[in-house]
């Protein structure tokens, strides 16, 4: 990924991560409209006004000493929260009294810090870019008003990231007993992951772009149940969409292990 993928990609795991083990949209700890990208500072209005929030910060970058090809961007994950009725603000560090466990209302900034690190370490490998926690810490409250404290945590992270726009190729392509199997959390857990496309193509080259072939399979899971043709190259491409539509606007590049050679007896 690069600076920009991974921005998008932080912020799209900050909105999906949820309270533990819990399942389900009421149990997110954010939430999609209280994660924001922002670069420099915000102004007041331009917070979240629900609590509780989180900004990813994109700081400076620079080349990787050792390969040009690579750049070390640097993140900062803000995060800030509030409980009512709390007079001195321990409620907000360590939280209070919670409705649910699949409530973010009333939990402390130390409870959601933990969450937050956890979903950021979790990506370290999954997207092709190496993340680095490089520091972090909880912050003094900030008393707002009787019995409002707002709580802050900050940490930065370090990513590896491909100076150009990069889309993961799905690994490990098999056929086995008519079934199509391969390896594709690596691009279904990206924020821009769309869907699968299989193509056959006639020879033992693979399909240059998923127009280059004949497309027997177009979906988000990653089998089908098919028959395989002697004297083809099957190519998997995972399709990307950046804006949530639902056209393609970028697939991955054939790659070794994206593709299987059928020899002409099948």
Wanted: proline content about 5%; some cysteine.
């Amino acid at each position: 990924m690069n600076p920009w993928q991974m921005a998008l990609q932080l912020r799209h795991e900050l909105r999906t991560v949820t309270w533990d083990d819990q399942a389900g949209s009421n149990a997110v700890v954010f939430g999609s409209r209280n994660v924001r990208i922002f670069s420099g500072v915000p102004a007041p209005e331009e917070i979240p006004n629900a609590y509780p929030w989180a900004l990813v910060w994109i700081n400076s970058g620079a080349p990787d000493e050792s390969d040009p090809t690579l750049i070390e961007q640097t993140f900062t994950i803000y995060s800030c929260t509030m409980v009512f009725g709390d007079k001195l603000g321990e409620q907000a560090i360590v939280g209070g009294p919670a409705a649910a466990l699949t409530a973010s209302a009333g939990r402390g900034i130390a409870e959601i810090a933990r969450r937050v690190r956890a979903a950021v370490e979790a990506l370290t490998g999954a997207d092709g870019a190496r993340i680095i926690v490089s520091g972090e810490g909880l912050e003094p409250t900030d008393a707002i008003g009787p019995g409002k404290h707002l709580a802050f945590d900050g940490f930065s992270v370090t990513a590896k990231c491909t100076s150009a726009l990069h889309y993961t190729a799905p690994q490990r392509l098999a056929f086995a007993d008519g079934t199509w199997t391969w390896k594709g959390a690596i691009c279904s857990d990206r924020f821009d992951f769309l869907q699968y496309r299989l193509v056959r193509k006639s020879g033992s080259s693979p399909s240059t772009s998923p127009a280059n072939g004949t497309t027997v399979y177009t979906g988000t899971a990653a089998s089908f149940t098919g028959a395989q043709a002697g004297g083809n190259t099957y190519t998997c491409f995972a399709d990307y969409n950046a804006r949530g539509g639902d056209t393609s606007e970028a697939w991955s590049d054939p790659e070794v292990g994206s593709y299987l050679v059928v020899g002409g007896d099948g």
